[in-house]
């Protein structure tokens, strides 16, 4: 992102947690009423994620409010804020106490309960005893060395256009490759564009970011665009299947917006989980953190796709046959991809 981009929203960033600081030192004995409001007050004003969330927020206030009294403990206070949260649906929110800690409960289940991958077969059957890691890819090839297979389980792990360029390098034969996202739960966003540095570049836009700028549910800076990474060296033009499920969220799902401004890159399996607006964090007036997105990622498209960033290929993943055969129906279908479109 641009450099202007980056400094605003870290100011915004700070004036919040400076404004939450000040408010938490000078009512050091809030009551659970304050708490409870200043909450859905900070959330109120500054949440990017309102109309792809469907929720009204006056609505749940109305509903939950009346349970506050001033008799209740901190268990209980607590365990209705985290309520109030939790009607957000989004892994980015979180409330914080020096006893707990809550998340959403709808998006906890979807990265478990709808996962696309079981990686006991991924690592006995795809990867093998042999498998080579190159910074934070495990790789091998398959089809007698005509696909690169990577596995990359969360993007807080290092990767480099360097590296990239090694493994491709150690698969000479490969006709195109394979990049395996599936349970990723995010991480950098700095490895987004590490990943995609290996990939043709011509200043493509890859997708854009706004800052929630205002009280009003819909006040935003301007659209920003992030652009793709300048390719220093040979651009991997092979065809490149992603395989992604629900349980990719925040920079994965990013990543899958990415794709977008390639032509040479598909997404396939399942609906990643989403999350890609960026948190911020504040103080309650009781002292317990809170954490919720203040900005929004825009697609080449158009959309917005919080909720998840549909595949181009929907591969619904077939966990019965998988336990049984010991076969990925996913990983295998990319293969027949790769090899069918060899020539992309």
Known sequence: MKRWYTAALLAAMLFIFSACEKAWM????????????????????QYSMFDVKQVDWSAVYRSLRPMVNDTMGSDSLFALCAAMLDRLNDGHVNLVGTFDVSRSDTV?????????????VVVLNYLGARYHSTGGLAHTSLCNGQVIYLYYGSFNNGVSEAGLRHIIAFYPDAKGMILDLRGNGGGSLSNVNNLLSVMPSNGQILYYSQIKSGPAHDQFTPLEPTYAPVNTGRPYDHPVVVLTDRGCFSAASTFAVATQAYDNIILMGDTTGGGMGLPTMGVLPNGWRYRFSITRTIALDG?????????DILLPFDRPACQTTGRDNIIDSACAFILEHRDL
């Open 26 to 45: 000078h009512e050091p004995r809030a009551t659970p009423a304050q708490v409870f409001d200043y909450l859905w007050q900070r959330v109120d004003k």
């Open 108 to 120: 906890h289940r979807r990265f478990y309960a709808q996962s696309g991958v079981d990686m006991n």
């Open 303 to 311: 959309r917005n796709y919080e909720n998840g960033v549909p595949p």
